[in-house]
């Protein structure tokens, strides 16, 4: 029978690997939330602005449909009165 011979790794070089391991995913898992914060910073910057820019164009949207109905209130005044101007012109024709 063959004797297995296992190399063991001193206890120094384990602790210096489980240290740098340690290190490295902290310094991993520090980027990762700075990055996110960064992000979603980034994204509510956006937001903010976009909701600004839609504000403003629903309020001149708004103004824009309330002149175009008071131009469509007036043209009908308009037509109503040449109508009842024509209808009293057709009368005196006709009488």
Do not use: C, H
Not at 8 to 27: C, E, L, R, S
Not at 40 to 64: F, H
Request: aromatic share 4%; charged share 25%.
């Amino acid at each position: 029978m063959k004797k297995s011979t296992k190399k063991v790794a001193p206890k120094g070089i384990i602790n210096k690997a489980v240290k740098t391991t340690k290190n490295v995913v902290g310094n991993a898992n520090e980027y990762a939330l700075n990055t996110t914060e960064t992000v979603v910073n980034g994204g509510i910057e956006i937001t903010a602005q976009w909701q600004t820019v839609t504000e403003k164009a629903i309020n001149g949207g708004l103004k824009l449909a309330s002149a175009q109905q008071d131009l469509i209130f007036d043209a009908l005044t308009s037509v109503k009165k040449q109508y009842k101007d024509s209808k009293k012109r057709v009368a005196k024709l006709v009488a």
